[in-house]
């Protein structure tokens, strides 16, 4: 088997119309296409797809499933934009060595990774 790159990521949710919001209104995301009379909501990320669905009941939101990782343009502005919408943060912001993160909680409890990696000549060096 040769994976050559990810597909898409999907995330369950329970409510539509209300994880819509979160996604296009909170994170600022564009519906990039729509199957299944709605059911299933894509967005495109850079040159990857994030999807949202509701299809099935054995496919339900979980806290500790998989998490989408978002790389933002500015840390602390998008930790302000997140804070100032009231989104639920499951780890507040820290800093490692490469990177500055968070963990945010969509409105069904998907963990979901706000993520700035550091310059090259930065690595290392925690502030």
């Known amino acids: 088997?040769?994976?050559?790159?990810?597909?898409?990521?999907?995330?369950?949710?329970?409510?539509?119309?209300?994880?819509?919001?979160?996604?296009?209104?909170?994170?600022?995301?564009?519906?990039?296409?729509?199957?299944?009379?709605?059911?299933?909501?894509?967005?495109?990320?850079?040159?990857?797809?994030?999807?949202?669905?509701?299809?099935?009941?054995?496919?339900?939101?979980?806290?500790?499933?998989?998490?989408?990782?978002?790389?933002?343009?500015n840390f602390r502005e998008a930790i302000k934009h997140l804070k100032d919408q009231q989104v639920r943060f499951a780890v507040e912001p820290f800093e490692t060595p490469c990177c500055e993160m968070a963990v945010v909680q969509d409105p069904d409890g998907n963990k979901l990774i706000i993520h700035k990696l550091k310059p090259e000549d930065q690595k290392g060096v925690c502030k």
Do not use: C, H
Request: net charge negative.
């Open 1 to 73: 088997m040769n994976i050559r790159e990810i597909g898409f990521v999907a995330i369950p949710v329970r409510d539509i119309p209300r994880a819509r919001r979160f996604y296009e209104e909170v994170l600022g995301l564009s519906v990039s296409d729509q199957m299944m009379g709605g059911k299933w909501i894509e967005y495109a990320v850079g040159d990857d797809t994030l999807a949202i669905a509701s299809i099935d009941e054995l496919w339900t939101p979980s806290d500790q499933g998989t998490g989408a990782a978002f790389e933002v343009e």
